[in-house]
């Protein structure tokens, strides 16, 4: 067998044997010691990430893919499910770039657990959510991605309800579920009608074999899931309660991994999207309605996490907007480079959570520059790079995309709503900042703040090197699929970083304005619009399940028992009947006497009658 | 003794207390929130001389109904009160008392000092109940209730 072959099935191999062992190790009766999550799991992760530099690097060199069918699981005579890895351009760059954001996190989580009885617990969920991340990353046919898909979504649920004892805590993990399934439904469906019309699940087979076929449908059913997934506009709002959850939760799930794989997996089937127009401009369509509601949500939340939230929703919309742009590479660059800068602003957010007793809110912060100057300043950076700051990680992703769609003949409605988006990413960012770093503090200092611990800087460290050189670096080292456009006016050239300044600048006129004493009563629709989520919980959660319940009510109650119970039945037999007797019971005099001499006069005389 | 009703007083100042903290949630810096909040209280001082209920009451309606207009969506509210975002997190970690008896010997084998007393500090709470109720008055209010788990009904009706 070819070395190099060789050396990146094997080296794939042990990644997940490295990865799996400490799960299975949990199964044994053994306890285990109080710190088994820093010494096994994270070491785990951290030689798995070391170990997928290798194939990262031979792929980098000779541009070698691979793909490992190793066991056949189910297989009749027209239909082949496999155990099938695919280690293609997208999984060799994703997969170490999920481990070095996970290892950074899980030493996070070491820090910010630390007080939690059940750690090692915590600690394997996330080991399993990993785990079931890669099988649907590395996954060459859609049952296996399917797999992962939904171990992804369990993991969710379980994390995100982590502190069972909130109520809080469990509907936003049962909003997930919820939300997940409505998209899963759009999967199953695609999955479904692959396997009649296309007779295979394996992705290679399904390119090839879909060349004649109308794919509207499936395609269709794919941007339902990836509309679930990755929480784009309709499906969104488990995305922001989904901060229920602990703060390593929500940066590696529901920031840098999880909510890609939507996105990830129309990357995926990149070949069937190409040539439909009709999917293709709903994605761009979806998008840009997605990036700009959530960015107009994420203006006026006041707090922290949510803001990311909303942030990172924005900009899986804008990851969608690339899909539409039929540009799936770029996606691909925006979840990479993402992934970087806004995992770290999650760990930043949790650093200062906890140094100030479980805060959360951005009106109780200020100040802290001075206080923990390494989080804040890596809090700002992280808020450069996700703006497009020239030359930062997001720049070279999210300019290139922006050029694209500027010199792309499409309509002109998604390019406003996404340049208007880049703008208020700028406006919200800066108003973390402002509320959370500059100023006078103005929580109580209750306890000693300080960023003395390894395990938490070392981790926003290595995180905020990746945010400022792996967009150069993907960059360099990823050849684009498309020719990018080369010659464009400096207007359309520079419109990204047009509409960021601008936004920054009325950022800053109106961070100026909140110190200031103002007229006491402003026109509060557009802040109540914003901040109470464009209404879109109110109603959905509230209004459509009230008006089933009524629905409900109305049937059992009215129509059931009231009609066909009583109305239809016995009450009709009364009203029929009671007229014909009183009619009989009124003629009746009551003259038994007479009715008695009648009787016997009649008889009497019909006796008479027939004797004679 | 507190019943159903809140007087006219507990209204006024429940008003003001929720309108400062909404107006903080609104003024975010503190110089601003102490001018604006000067400004209410002075608004509150003005008609504290009202001596007619009558005009008192309609008054605080047309403070409550300023107050809905004007408050704000997310109000602040501190982590761990309710509605706060680290309000019942650590509830799932919270076992009861009982969950101790049903240790298995080799982990009640951990904590041997806990464990050889623990049978002792149980009739003690069983003997003390009683006095600890009647000190506070317990039965008065609770006449239905099983005032203690390990008494039975009857010994409470004798009590009585």
């Not at chain 1, 798995?48 to 070698?64: D, H």
């Not at chain 1, 996330?126 to 990353?137: G, K």
């Not at chain 1, 997001?394 to 003949?409: M, P, Q, R, W, Y």
């Not at chain 2, 602040?76 to 240790?103: M, N, Q």
Request: aromatic share 12%; charged share 15%.
């Amino acid at each position: 067998m070819h070395p190099t072959s060789l050396m990146m099935t094997s080296s794939l191999i042990i990644i997940f044997a490295l990865l799996i062992f400490p799960v299975l190790s949990t199964f044994t009766p053994t306890t285990k010691t109080p710190d088994w999550a820093t010494t096994h799991v994270k070491t785990s992760i951290k030689l798995s990430f070391f170990i997928s530099l290798l194939p990262l690097f031979i792929f980098l060199n000779e541009g070698a893919e691979t793909i490992i069918t190793s066991w056949t699981w189910m297989n009749t005579t027209c239909f082949d499910i496999n155990l099938s890895l695919k280690f293609d351009q997208y999984s060799i760059i994703f997969t170490p770039i999920a481990l070095y954001v996970t290892w950074s996190i899980l030493e996070f989580a070491s820090w910010y657990m630390h007080a939690d009885p059940n750690m090692n617990r915590f600690f394997k969920y996330l080991l399993i959510f990993l785990i079931s991340m890669l099988i649907l990353v590395t996954a060459n046919n859609m049952f296996q991605l399917f797999i992962g898909w939904e171990g992804v979504g369990i993991m969710s649920f379980l994390l995100i309800g982590w502190w069972s004892g909130r109520a809080d805590a469990n509907t936003a993990a049962l909003q997930a579920v919820l939300y997940n399934r409505v998209g899963d439904i759009g999967l199953i469906f695609a999955m479904a009608w692959m396997a009649t019309n296309l007779n295979s699940w394996e992705m290679q087979q399904i390119f090839i074999a879909s060349k004649d076929f109308d794919l509207t449908f499936p395609l269709l059913g794919l941007i339902l899931a990836a509309t679930g997934k990755s929480a784009q506009f309709g499906l969104h709002p488990w995305l922001p309660a989904a901060m229920e959850g602990p703060t390593p939760v929500s940066a590696l799930l529901h920031s840098s991994t999880m909510v890609v794989a939507g996105i990830f997996l129309l990357v995926r089937m990149s070949p069937l999207l190409e040539n439909n127009q009709i999917a293709l401009t709903t994605c761009l369509c979806l998008g840009a309605l997605t990036t700009l509601f959530t960015a107009t949500c994420a203006l006026t939340q006041n707090d922290i996490k949510k803001i990311a939230a909303f942030s990172t929703s924005s900009q899986l919309g804008l990851m969608m907007v690339t899909i539409g742009l039929n540009q799936p590479h770029l996606a691909f660059l925006h979840i990479c480079t993402h992934a970087f800068f806004k995992a770290m602003l999650f760990l930043c957010s949790g650093a200062i959570i906890h140094s100030l007793n479980d805060e959360q809110d951005i009106r109780k912060m200020g100040g802290l520059h001075h206080l923990t100057p390494f989080t804040s300043s890596c809090l700002t950076i992280g808020s450069l790079a996700l703006t497009g700051t020239p030359f930062l990680a997001g720049f070279f992703s999210k300019d290139a995309i922006i050029e694209a769609l500027n010199t792309s003949h499409l309509n002109a409605w998604a390019l406003t709503l996404t340049l208007l988006a880049t703008s208020f990413t700028a406006i919200y960012s800066l108003r973390v900042v402002f509320f959370v770093s500059m100023g006078h503090p103005r929580f109580n200092s209750l306890s000693p703040i300080n960023e003395n611990n390894k395990s938490l800087i070392n981790p926003i460290k290595r995180l905020a090197w990746g945010s400022i050189i792996a967009g150069l670096i993907l960059t360099s080292n990823m050849l684009p699929l498309k020719t990018p456009i080369m010659t464009m006016t400096p207007l359309l050239k520079l419109a990204a970083l047009i509409v960021t300044v601008i936004g920054l600048l009325l950022a800053l006129e109106l961070a100026s304005l909140t110190s200031k004493q103002h007229q006491t009563s402003p026109n509060l629709a557009l802040h109540h619009f914003s901040n109470m989520l464009g209404f879109f919980p109110s109603i959905i959660h509230r209004f459509s399940p009230k008006i089933n319940l009524m629905l409900g009510q109305l049937i059992a109650n009215q129509l059931v028992d009231q009609t066909w119970l009583e109305k239809v039945g016995p009450k009709a037999i009364t009203t029929f009947n009671l007229p014909l007797i009183i009619t009989t019971s009124n003629s009746q005099q009551g003259l038994i006497k007479t009715y008695l001499a009648f009787f016997l006069l009649t008889i009497t005389l019909a006796i008479i009658l027939t004797m004679s | 003794m507190a019943t159903a009703y809140l007087t006219h007083q507990q209204k006024v100042l429940r008003l003001y207390k929720k309108s400062l903290r909404h107006l903080e949630s609104w003024c975010i810096f503190r110089d601003k929130y102490r001018f604006y909040a000067c400004m209410m209280r002075a608004r509150f001082d003005d008609s504290k001389e009202e001596k007619d209920l009558m005009k008192a009451s309609m008054m605080l309606k047309a403070g409550e109904e300023e107050f809905w207009t004007n408050q704000h969506p997310q109000p602040y509210i501190f982590p761990e009160s309710p509605g706060g975002t680290s309000y019942e997190r650590y509830e799932c970690y919270k076992v009861p008392e009982w969950a101790l008896d049903h240790w298995h010997p080799s982990e009640k084998a951990q904590y041997p000092d806990y464990f050889s007393k623990r049978e002792q500090w149980k009739q003690l709470r069983m003997q003390s109940w009683d006095k600890e109720a009647k000190k506070n008055n317990f039965k008065k209010h609770n006449m239905q209730l099983q005032t203690s788990p390990m008494t039975s009904t009857c010994d409470v009706m004798e009590n009585l």
